[in-house]
């Protein structure tokens, strides 16, 4: 159960999905009070929106914010522990920490999101990375080979990450509406624990093959899983049941989980 735990951040305010932030947090409530250990019960909001998640009368336990607006949010009141921003193209990852490091309170993460061609070669420290892997347009899905070197700079570097958009099933698969192969979060995850162990991720990354990822899930060895926990934080998803479900039909957890 390792490699699953705390593994889904609830992204339910974003799309596909877009709920209203009043269904978002009653489906987020539910999950919370039913306890799955795979959901990590971590509300995703949007700076822009708080303001409106404060004025209802349930509040997640845990709240990642999404930078988006011109000046960090007033974060007091509420149970934030990640933060999380883009990194603009005429920037600096070091410039950028070092200006929202100073704002944001005590044990606030910050996740900095680059793109995965992108070479990063100075990550300061206390700041972890975050990866887009799809979106609403085909070039938003990065190639296996950049999504795979990403992961090996992020486990070369011991550099956390997570990673957000595109992850709707567990295994790769072509999406006709799009015209493109949607990475999975099971092959993504696995892909982590390849590099852990020494070998090369796109390989995992690219396959389709549902039965030879469950045989790679069963073997990893709990050490890697840990290890490879350790690089990737979590995921963002809108959808909060399908995970569950598709691991539930891989075998790969229990019905209660």
Do not use: W
Request: glycine share 8%; net charge negative.
């Amino acid at each position: 159960m390792t490699l699953y735990t705390a593994l889904v951040d609830d992204a339910g305010l974003f799309p596909p999905t877009s709920l209203h932030m009043s269904d978002a947090l009653d489906r987020h409530r539910r999950h919370q009070e039913e306890g799955s250990r795979v959901l990590t019960h971590r509300f995703l909001c949007p700076a822009s929106r708080l303001h409106r998640l404060r004025s209802e009368s349930y509040t997640p336990r845990r709240v990642g914010v999404i930078l988006d607006t011109p000046e960090p949010p007033d974060l007091s009141g509420l149970p934030v522990d990640f933060a999380e921003t883009r990194l603009p193209a005429d920037r600096r990852l070091a410039e950028l920490a070092s200006e929202l490091l100073g704002l944001l309170p005590g044990g606030v993460r910050l996740f900095v999101e680059v793109p995965p061609a992108k070479y990063v070669p100075d990550v300061p420290e206390g700041v972890a990375l975050k990866v887009r892997c799809g979106g609403e347009q085909p070039e938003a899905f990065p190639h296996v080979e950049q999504l795979g070197a990403f992961i090996r700079f992020c486990v070369a570097g011991d550099i956390p990450f997570k990673a957000t958009a595109g992850l709707h099933h567990a295994v790769r698969h072509f999406d006709p509406a799009l015209g493109v192969d949607r990475h999975g979060f099971l092959n993504l995850l696995l892909a982590v624990c390849e590099a852990v162990e020494g070998r090369d991720p796109v390989p995992v990354l690219r396959t389709t093959d549902v039965g030879e990822l469950v045989r790679l899930a069963r073997a990893v060895p709990e050490q890697a899983a840990k290890r490879a926990r350790q690089v990737l934080v979590s995921y963002g998803s809108c959808s909060t049941t399908t995970p569950l479900d598709d691991l539930r039909a891989l075998g790969l957890i229990e019905e209660d989980e």
